[in-house]
């Protein structure tokens, strides 16, 4: 029976690399001179350090801007508080989502049904999995979730006949 899986998933070599260029980018700006402006990765957490708001701002456009010339969706990015260190220095924590959440999930699984489609969709872990018996159903479907969900990007992998 043809399926496919519908993930929400940023490619992390593309992050990382996106994140050199931020570094090199802020390591060689006039406005970044003497300052310790910098952005650090642990696994799927992002931590920029400035030394105010202003500068913290500017890390993150730079990021930003990184990120879609390396093609990485921007709505992977969920932006913590900011937080005070030593000084004036501030940090904020940045996370990159992984995987599609319970309640999107829900939504997913909410929208086929509604859809009329005759598709199935079922909740599998981070992924959604919808399977059907024609490959046209599975590329409505396909369709259907590009339209209707916006709030995070969606890959549809395994597409299997």
């Given at each position: 029976m043809p399926s496919f899986d519908v993930m929400s998933e940023a490619s992390l070599?593309?992050?990382?690399?996106?994140?050199?260029?931020?570094?090199?980018?802020?390591?060689?700006?006039?406005?970044?001179k003497g300052s310790n402006a910098r952005i650090e990765q642990k696994?799927?957490?992002?931590?920029?350090?400035?030394?105010?708001?202003?500068?913290?701002?500017?890390?993150?456009?730079?990021?930003?801007?990184k990120f879609a010339k390396r093609n990485v969706d921007v709505r992977f990015l969920e932006h913590?508080?900011?937080?005070?260190?030593?000084?004036?220095?501030?940090k904020q924590v940045i996370t990159i989502k992984h995987g599609v959440s319970g309640d999107l999930a829900k939504k997913i699984v909410r929208l086929v049904k509604d859809s009329k489609i005759k598709v199935q969709a079922s909740i599998q872990g981070d992924t959604v999995r919808i399977t059907g018996a024609k490959r046209d159903d599975l590329q409505a479907a396909i369709a259907l979730l590009k339209k209707?969900?916006?709030?995070?990007?969606?890959?549809?992998?395994?597409?299997?006949?």
């Open positions: 070599v593309e992050v990382r690399n996106a994140l050199d260029q931020a570094n090199k980018e802020i390591g060689n700006r006039f406005d970044f696994e799927r957490e992002l931590t920029a350090f400035a030394d105010d708001d202003f500068k913290l701002d500017q890390v993150r456009d730079v990021l930003v801007s913590g508080d900011i937080q005070k260190i030593s000084g004036d220095k501030v209707e969900v916006t709030e995070v990007p969606l890959s549809f992998d395994n597409f299997r006949d």
